[in-house]
C-alpha cells in the first residue's frame, strides 16, 4: 500500500512558515499528522535531523519546495509537546518519533495477549515483537526501547510486570 | 658607545637639522673615545658626530635609542663657551621630548645641504613622486577632516543658536506687551530667514497652523480627482510628487504635506491620511472600503491561482508597493497565505482555513 500523501503536500503556501498565527497553527498541525502517519507507515522510529530534510516529506521534489531547517526544528517542537517526539541528544540531531505513544502501544499488546488468552503466560521480548505468532500484529516489529516502553506503561496500570532473565527481559501478562 | 652607528651623516627626507655644535669630543664612559675634534649635529631624528679633521668620519645614534643623558659641565671641550652646551642640551631635551622622527619615519637617505635648515628635501625618481603624492593625499586627508570637524562645531553652535532664538520667542509669547508690534513682526522673519517656523504658533500635529488648515483644504479639492482614478488610494510619496508638480513654484516640503493630510479628519474632508504596519503612508478616499478591497483581491487571487504583488499590480494599476500593502493585510485577516521561495513571494487562497 503506497503512502497516501494529504493535499496540502501539493500545496506550495505548505512550505513556507506562516506569518499569520492562525494560519500557522492550522499548517502545523497539518504537518504534524503528515510527519506521524509517514513515520507510522514506512516503520521509522528514530529519525536524524540531517536525512530527514531530505527526506521526501519535507522535500518535495516535484513542486520544487523544502521545509527550511528552522521550520522543521518548529515541527518538530510541536511534536515534542503533544508527546509524539524525544530527542536522543541535546544538540538535536537524532530523536524518537512515537507515532503512537507507550501507552497506545500497550493497550494494543494487552488486547491481543488477552484476546489470545494468554494472560498469566510469560513471554520474551522477542518472542512478542519478532515471533511468527505476532507476524499480523501491528506492534510486529516495534523496536526494544519502544516494547519496554510500553511495556512499563501496561506496568504501571498493573497489567504487567517486566522481568529480567537470563538472555534477556521479559514479560508477564495480569 | 656602542649604540652609536657609522653613519654617512646625510639626512632623510622627512629630518630636519635642529642644531650643531662645533668643538665636541666624545667620551666612552670615562675614557676619552678616538674621536677627538668633531661637530655634534642634531636633527629631529638623530644625534650626528663628525670628525672636523677627517670628513668622513661620522657616526650617529637614533634618538630613539638615546635612554638617558645628563649635562656635565666640567672636561667639555675648552672652547665650547658652556652657555651654547647648555643651548644644545636644552634643544636635545626638547627633541627627545617632542620625538619628531616618530612622525616621520626614516626611509632612504637623501643628500641634504649641510648647514641649511631647510625641511624641505628634493625626492629623486619614481620613489620620490610616488612618496609626494603620498603626502599631498595624507594632507588633503587631514583637511576634509578638519574642515568637518568644524561642520560639527558649527551644528553644534546652530543648534544652541536655535535653542536660544527659541527661547526668545516663547519669552516674546509671554510678554506681549514689552516690545512692540513691529519689532516683533521684525524678529520673526529673522527667526523664519534662520529656519525655525513661526514661533507663536503650536506646531504638534493635531492642531496645526493657518497655514496646514488651507493646505488641507486645498489638498482636498487637487486629489479628488487623481484618486478616484486610482482605485481610490494614494501612496503619500505619488501625492507629494503630484502636488509639487502642479504648483511649479512654492513647493511643499514634506513635512508640511504630512501636517496638513493629518488635518483630513478634523476638516471633515472626504480623504484620510492612513498609516499601514510598515510604516507606509497613504492618502485614500473616505468612501474607500477596505473590505471590498480585500474581497476583490481574494477573487482576483483566487481567480488566477496566485499572485505576486507585481502581478497584482498589473492587474489593477496600482503601484507595486501599494498591491504588497493590500495582500499583506488581506494576508493578516486570514484570506491569503504565502509561498516565500527562491521564485519569489507568492500569495494563495488561504486554504488552511477553507479546506478540512
Redo the contacts between chains.
Keep these: 500500500m503506497s503512502f497516501e500523501w494529504p493535499w496540502q503536500y501539493n500545496f506550495p503556501p505548505f512550505f513556507t512558515l506562516q506569518p499569520n498565527v492562525d494560519t500557522r497553527q492550522k499548517q502545523l498541525a497539518a504537518w504534524c499528522s503528515l510527519a506521524l502517519s509517514y513515520c507510522r507507515h514506512h516503520k521509522l522510529y528514530t529519525l536524524g535531523i540531517m536525512e530527514v530534510q531530505e527526506c521526501p516529506v519535507f522535500n518535495h521534489k516535484n513542486i520544487d519546495r523544502k521545509l527550511s531547517t528552522e521550520a522543521i526544528l518548529i515541527v518538530f517542537e510541536e511534536l515534542r509537546k503533544k508527546g509524539n517526539l524525544e530527542w536522543l541528544d541535546k544538540n538535536k540531531t537524532q530523536c524518537l518519533v512515537m507515532w503512537r505513544r507507550p501507552e497506545e502501544w500497550g493497550k494494543l499488546i494487552y488486547q491481543w495477549v488477552s484476546k489470545n488468552g494468554m494472560v498469566n503466560t510469560v513471554f520474551t521480548l522477542y518472542e512478542l515483537a519478532n515471533g511468527d505468532d505476532t507476524e499480523s500484529e501491528e506492534f510486529h516489529g516495534l523496536e526494544e526501547w519502544m516494547l519496554i516502553r510500553s511495556l512499563q506503561a501496561l506496568q504501571t496500570d498493573g497489567k504487567a510486570e517486566v522481568i529480567t532473565m537470563d538472555d534477556g527481559k521479559g514479560v508477564k501478562f495480569f | 658607545m656602542d649604540r652609536f652607528t657609522w653613519s654617512n651623516g646625510l639626512l632623510e627626507m622627512n629630518e630636519t637639522l635642529v642644531i650643531q655644535q662645533r668643538g665636541v669630543k666624545l667620551y666612552d664612559g670615562e675614557d676619552k673615545a678616538k674621536l677627538d675634534v668633531g661637530i655634534a649635529l642634531l636633527s629631529t631624528h638623530q644625534l650626528i658626530w663628525r670628525d672636523l679633521k677627517n670628513h668622513e668620519c661620522c657616526i650617529a645614534i637614533p634618538l630613539s635609542q638615546i635612554i638617558y643623558f645628563e649635562e656635565q659641565a666640567a672636561g667639555i671641550g675648552k672652547r665650547t663657551p658652556p652657555l651654547s652646551l647648555g643651548y644644545f642640551f636644552r634643544r636635545l631635551t626638547e627633541e627627545l621630548s617632542q620625538k619628531r622622527w616618530e612622525s616621520t619615519p626614516m626611509s632612504q637617505p637623501i643628500p641634504t645641504a649641510t648647514n641649511s635648515q631647510t625641511g624641505r628635501t628634493r625626492a629623486v625618481g619614481i620613489v620620490g613622486i610616488e612618496r609626494k603624492i603620498e603626502e599631498r593625499r595624507k594632507e588633503t586627508e587631514k583637511n576634509i577632516s578638519e574642515a568637518f570637524e568644524d561642520l560639527s562645531k558649527l551644528m553644534v553652535k546652530a543648534k544652541e543658536m536655535v535653542e536660544l532664538s527659541r527661547s526668545i520667542a516663547n519669552k516674546i509669547k509671554d510678554k506681549q506687551g514689552d516690545i512692540t508690534e513691529d519689532e516683533t513682526i521684525r524678529f520673526k522673519s529673522y527667526l523664519l530667514s534662520m529656519g525655525i517656523a513661526n514661533p507663536v504658533t503650536r506646531e504638534t500635529h493635531g492642531s496645526g497652523t493657518h497655514y496646514h488648515l488651507q493646505l488641507a483644504k486645498q489638498l482636498g479639492d487637487i486629489l479628488l480627482a487623481p484618486l478616484e482614478e486610482r482605485g481610490g488610494m494614494m501612496a503619500l510619496t505619488e501625492v507629494y510628487c503630484l502636488v509639487n508638480r502642479a504648483r511649479g513654484m512654492e513647493l511643499l516640503s514634506p513635512e508640511d504635506l504630512v501636517n496638513a493630510c493629518k488635518m483630513f479628519e478634523s476638516l471633515k474632508q472626504p480623504l484620510r491620511l492612513r498609516i499601514f504596519d510598515s510604516g507606509v503612508m497613504v492618502v485614500q478616499l473616505q468612501s474607500h472600503s477596505e473590505e471590498e478591497m480585500i474581497s476583490s483581491a481574494l477573487d482576483n487571487v483566487t481567480d488566477k491561482g496566485?499572485l505576486t504583488a507585481e502581478e497584482f499590480a498589473k492587474l489593477l494599476g496600482l503601484s507595486v508597493l501599494l498591491s504588497k500593502e493590500r495582500l499583506l493585510l488581506a494576508?493578516?485577516m486570514?484570506h491569503l497565505?504565502?509561498?516565500?521561495?527562491v521564485e519569489g513571494l507568492?500569495f494563495?487562497p488561504?486554504?488552511?482555513?477553507s479546506?478540512a
Excluded at chain 2, 337 to 341: E, F, G, I, V
Excluded at chain 2, 350 to 353: E, G, I
Design positions: 496566485s494576508e493578516k486570514g497565505c504565502r509561498d516565500d521561495s507568492r494563495y488561504n486554504l488552511f482555513n479546506q
